[in-house]
């Protein structure tokens, strides 16, 4: 089945540095990656879509400056959480649906979860 | 008003019990989706409903586009069900908005 291989699965970075997370879609193409944010005991919240070859489209109240989202290609999309703050220490995960199969639900990562410090 | 809602939050039952989980949301969606939510935080998808009723092995689900209602059940719970239950809806652009989700423990 459908693989989203999301890296790294734990971080731990010091304030005002920056973090880059990585999500490959292995075996299916992804023309659209989602990036979400989950708060403890809180639900997933979208943070920003991430299309191939263009700009993410990012959710109102996200800081598109601060969580650079890059989707070079059909199967990577990096989110690089800029100048990080213990506020923004959270679990993050992507998801993608394949392109050719959008019948078929969502695909997700295993997620990440950042610590800032 | 959460635009999706899910009940309960919190669910012990008892290795065997059949297990509902319901699902509202507040306007029209593409599709619903049923997630799990294991404690790592790893998200497996588990259904994706646009009408009517899906089966696979223990787990259905079912909705209803006209009470904007949908269902998960699970048939003969075994403790390895134990998860957070996640139902989101849907909506244009591929769009994904998530209920708070339901923690389900099933006790050997």
């Known amino acids: 089945g459908a693989v989203v291989s999301q890296h790294p699965s734990r971080v731990i970075c010091k304030s005002g540095t920056s973090v880059k997370i990585e999500c490959r879609s292995l075996?299916?193409?992804?023309?659209?990656m989602f990036w979400y944010r989950q708060f403890p005991k809180q639900s997933l919240m979208l943070m920003a879509t991430?299309?191939?070859?263009?700009?993410?489209?990012?959710e109102q109240g996200v800081e598109k400056d601060k969580f650079l989202i890059n989707h070079a290609s059909l199967t990577l999309s990096t989110l690089t959480v800029t100048s990080a703050h213990p506020e923004d220490s959270s679990f993050y995960i992507c998801s993608a649906r394949d392109h050719w199969t959008q019948s078929y639900g969502y695909t997700f990562g295993s997620g990440t979860r950042l610590t800032v410090v | 008003k959460n635009e999706v809602e899910q009940s309960p939050q919190n669910l012990t039952a008892q290795e065997g019990e059949f297990i509902t989980i319901n699902c509202s949301y507040s306007?029209?969606?593409?599709?619903l989706h049923w997630l799990q939510q294991h404690p790592g935080g790893g998200i497996v998808s588990l259904f994706m409903l646009s009408s009517g009723k899906k089966k696979h092995g223990r787990l259905i689900a079912t909705i209803n586009i006209q009470e904007k209602h949908s269902s998960l059940h699970i048939t003969a719970s075994h403790p390895r069900d134990s998860a957070v239950y996640i139902c989101a809806k849907e909506t244009s652009g591929s769009r994904l908005t998530f209920g708070e989700g339901t923690q389900l423990t099933v006790n050997p």
């Open positions: 075996d299916f193409q992804a023309t659209t």
């Open positions: 991430s299309n191939e070859g263009s700009k993410a489209t990012y």
């Open positions: 306007v029209g969606i593409s599709a």
